[in-house]
């Protein structure tokens, strides 16, 4: 599985930013597509996912500010990132929990990783 994000950059306090990534290769099934995310010298922590179904969980810190969501083929997920505040500046990571033809079991995939910076 590879996935491919993008639309990471520079975005003033208050602005928007929005974050695709996409997944390819073989895959059997999709569980939950996400993102997380790792500010310099955190730790990397939950931003928000979508399941299959189309239920979604978000963060607590980015709640009624960031929203995930997917493309019709359950293939792109999206991060829709607004009110943007200095502390949301760190590198963005997609994840997916999918199936594979390989292992027939779920596993975690993850992206390479997206810069967001937010100037105050």
């Known amino acids: 599985v590879q996935l491919q994000a993008s639309g990471g950059g520079l975005a003033q306090a208050g602005g928007s930013l929005r974050l695709s990534c996409a997944a390819s290769g073989s895959i059997v099934s999709i569980d939950y597509m996400g993102w997380y995310r790792q500010a310099p010298g955190k730790q990397r922590e939950f931003v928000a996912r979508i399941s299959s179904g189309g239920n979604t969980d978000s963060a607590d810190s980015v709640k009624g500010r960031f929203t995930i969501s997917r493309d019709n083929t359950g293939r792109t997920v999206y991060l829709q990132m607004s009110s943007l505040k200095p502390e949301d500046t760190a590198v963005y990571y997609c994840?997916?929990?999918?199936?594979?033809?390989?292992?027939?079991?779920?596993?975690?995939?993850w992206g390479k990783g997206t810069l967001v910076t937010v100037s105050s």
């Open positions: 994840n997916v929990e999918a199936m594979t033809p390989m292992t027939f079991r779920v596993q975690d995939f």
